[in-house]
C-alpha cells in the first residue's frame, strides 16, 4: 500500500496490550467500531475500499458543486447517531430543528396546490400533535379522527413480540380504519422516507418502532436535523481526523480479498499485497459482501444474509438560475415528486438556488433515462413552486443508489443477524443487522457500537465511559 492511501499512525502504535483489531468497511458502522475499539486501547487497522469514508452517506464534486449522493435527515429520537456526530465534533454543523415543522404541499386539489404543517406543540405526548393533526388540511375530519385512534392503537403495539415482523402495515392500517387517502397523506408521507417502502410493503415490526419511536415516545422526538454541510465534511473529513486522534490506521482503496483464523484463533485479514494479523475483525460491509467474507461456520445459516432484500432511492438536483424556495425543504402530495431540500449553501453555490428531490422506494424510476426524470419531474417542480416558471434551469442530474437500503419487507426481523458470529472473535456490523432500526444513519451506528462492545468483552477490555449505549440485540 503507498502511502498516499495511509493515515493515522504506523500498526506498531497504540496501546501496549497486543490486542488488534481489523474493521472492513468504512461506512458509519465501521467508522463507529472503530473509534470505540480505539477509544478502549485496542490497536486497529480501519479498511476501504472506496477512496474515502462514509459509505453511502457521502459527497463528490461536479463542477463548483460539492454534492451529497443523497439528502440523509435524522431525528432527535436518533441518540446513537447524534452521539457519533458529538464524537467527531460535528454536532453544530448538523443542528436540529428546534421543534418539528414540515411543509406538506398537496397537488391533488381540484383549486390548485394547499400548503398544511406537520408541526408539534410544547405539550405531552401525544397531545404535542393534536392541534396539528386537527388541522391538517389534506385529510377529512372524519380521516383525522380515524388516524388518531390508529395512533393510540399503534402506541400499544408490544416491539418486542416477534408476530408484528411477519405482518405487513398497509393491512395494519386498513384494519384499523385507514383509508388510501390517509395513508397517502400521512403514513407513507413519513412512512417512505424512514422505510425505503411504502406500507403494504413494510414490515409492522419496523413501521411500529418508527412511529412509536419517532412520533409516540416524547414530544420531541421527531424534530429534523440535517447537515449544513456536505455530508463528506461530516462522514470523511472529521471522521478520518477522529479516527487519526484516537490511533487507528485507516486505508483506504484497499480491498478487503479474504477473512480466515488461523490455528492459533488469531484472524488473517488479506489484502493486495499484506497480511493482516488480529484478535477481533468486525465485518462492517453490506450484507452481500460480509456473506463473500465470512468463513464457513461463522452463520448457522449464511445464505440468509442474501436474502435480505435492497431497496433502490433515487435523488434528483436541479440548479436553478435564481432563488425559487424560501424553505429549507418541504414534502409534496398528489405528485411523483416527495420531499424537496435546498442545498444552495450546503454546496458551495454562490447564485441561484440548488434543490435536491429525495425519491425514496423509486422502484420505478432508479433505472431511467436522465431525460426521462428531466420531462417527468422538472413540470412537476413548476405545479409545487411557481417560481420555477420563470426560472432557468442551469443543471440537472441524478445521483441513484440502487441497493441504498435493506427492504424492509414482512419477515426480514428474522434473516438479520446480531453482532455476534459463532467465530469467536469475529463480528458483524451494517444498518442492516439486528438493531431493531431501519436502515438509517442510526442503525448503522448502533451496529457499530454494538459489534465493538461484542469484541470489547471478548478481549476483556473496558469499555469506553462515553460510548453510547445501546441494547444489544438477538
Not at 388518531?148 to 411477519?166: M, T
Not at 480491498?255 to 475483525?281: C, F, K, M
Amino acid at each position: 500500500m503507498s502511502d498516499a492511501q495511509r493515515s493515522g499512525p504506523p500498526a506498531d502504535a497504540g496501546s501496549a496490550t497486543g490486542r488488534d483489531a481489523v474493521v472492513v468497511g468504512g461506512g458509519l458502522a465501521g467508522v463507529t467500531a472503530a473509534l470505540a475499539l480505539a477509544d478502549a486501547g485496542v490497536r486497529v487497522t480501519l479498511l476501504e475500499g472506496r477512496p474515502r469514508l462514509g459509505g453511502l452517506a457521502f459527497s463528490f464534486q461536479r463542477g463548483d458543486l460539492t454534492v451529497d449522493n443523497g439528502q440523509h435527515v435524522f431525528l432527535r429520537c436518533c441518540t446513537a447517531y447524534r452521539w457519533f456526530l458529538e464524537r467527531i465534533e460535528g454536532t453544530a454543523l448538523a443542528p436540529l430543528q428546534d421543534r418539528l415543522d414540515v411543509p406538506v404541499l398537496d397537488l391533488d386539489r381540484p383549486a390548485g396546490r394547499r400548503l398544511g404543517r406537520l408541526r408539534r406543540d410544547a405539550l405531552p405526548v401525544p397531545l404535542h400533535l393534536g392541534r396539528s393533526l386537527a388541522t391538517y388540511p389534506h385529510l377529512s375530519l372524519a380521516e383525522r379522527a380515524r388516524v388518531g385512534r390508529a395512533a393510540l392503537a399503534l402506541k400499544g403495539l408490544d416491539l418486542a413480540d416477534p408476530a408484528l415482523d411477519d405482518q405487513d402495515f398497509g393491512t395494519w392500517l386498513a384494519a384499523h380504519g385507514q383509508s388510501a387517502r390517509a395513508v397517502e397523506a400521512l403514513w407513507d408521507l413519513v412512512g417512505v422516507a424512514t422505510l425505503n417502502a411504502v406500507a403494504q410493503d413494510a414490515s409492522l415490526g419496523l413501521a411500529a418502532m418508527v412511529f412509536k419511536t419517532g412520533l409516540l415516545s416524547d414530544p420531541g422526538a421527531a424534530d429534523i436535523g440535517w447537515a449544513h454541510v456536505p455530508l463528506g465534511e461530516l462522514h470523511d473529513r472529521l471522521a478520518r481526523k477522529a479516527l487519526d486522534s484516537a490511533g487507528v490506521r485507516t486505508e483506504v482503496r484497499t480491498r478487503v480479498t479474504s477473512v480466515s483464523q488461523n490455528e492459533n484463533g488469531r484472524w488473517s485479514v488479506q489484502v493486495p499485497g499484506e497480511t493482516l494479523e488480529a484478535d477481533a475483525v468486525v465485518l462492517a460491509t453490506a450484507q452481500r459482501e460480509a456473506h463473500d467474507l465470512l468463513p464457513h461456520g461463522a452463520l448457522d445459516d449464511p445464505g440468509r444474509l442474501l436474502e435480505i432484500g435492497t431497496a433502490p432511492i433515487l435523488n434528483i438536483h436541479v440548479v436553478y438560475d435564481r432563488k425559487v424556495l424560501d424553505t429549507p425543504f418541504f414534502a409534496a402530495l398528489g405528485t411523483p415528486v416527495q420531499w424537496v431540500f435546498d442545498r444552495t449553501a450546503a454546496s458551495g453555490l454562490r447564485e441561484g438556488q440548488y434543490l435536491a428531490l429525495s425519491q425514496s422506494a423509486a422502484q420505478d424510476d432508479i433505472d431511467a433515462p436522465v431525460a426521462a426524470l428531466r420531462e417527468r419531474y422538472l413540470p412537476e417542480l413548476e405545479r409545487l413552486l411557481p417560481g420555477t416558471r420563470t426560472a432557468g434551469v442551469r443543471d440537472f442530474f441524478v445521483t441513484r443508489e440502487r441497493t441504498a437500503t435493506f427492504a424492509p419487507t414482512p419477515g426480514v426481523g428474522r434473516l438479520r443477524p446480531g453482532a455476534r458470529t459463532q467465530a469467536p472473535g469475529l463480528y458483524l456490523a451494517g444498518a442492516w443487522t439486528a438493531t431493531g432500526w431501519p436502515a438509517t444513519m442510526e442503525s448503522a451506528v448502533r451496529s457499530g457500537v454494538s459489534a465493538a462492545d461484542a469484541a470489547l468483552s471478548a478481549l476483556g477490555r473496558p469499555r469506553p465511559h462515553h460510548l453510547f449505549a445501546v441494547e444489544e440485540a438477538a
